[in-house]
Nanobody
């Protein structure tokens, strides 16, 4: 069983930045994929970014390319999501996920989830 704990959410103005952290209870170095999803009110949960910790390969949704970046610190078993140039449409609950066999876009492929951290971007 893997436990994931997110932190770093908050309220920022348009154009601001936040860095989310996801601390895992076990080693992430051997996992197949660590991902960040988000869910806005009334919308489906979508994958924002993902990383294969074994290779460092990253994936990003088109809506955040050039603004968000995902990274890992294997020594701390932590994955980060650096979010820059934030927009109101980035407002959502952000979730860390793990346990998928590969970096799928589908939330159903991930077995472990954090409790979420709220990000609110105001104009």
């Amino acid at each position: 069983q893997v436990q994931l704990v997110e932190s770093g959410g908050g309220s920022v103005q348009v154009g601001g930045s936040l860095r989310l952290s996801c601390a895992a209870s076990g080693s992430i170095a051997s996992s197949n994929c660590m991902a960040w999803f988000r869910q806005a009110p009334g919308k489906e949960r979508e994958r924002v970014s993902a990383i294969d910790p074994r290779t460092g390969t990253t994936y990003s949704a088109d809506s955040v390319k050039g603004r968000f970046s995902i990274s890992q610190d294997n020594a701390k078993n932590t994955v980060y999501l650096q979010m820059n140039s934030l927009k109101p449409e980035d407002t959502a609950m952000y979730y860390c996920a793990a346990g998928a066999r590969y970096c799928s876009r589908r939330e159903s492929d991930f077995n472990y989830w954090g409790q979420g951290t709220q990000v609110t971007v105001s104009s």
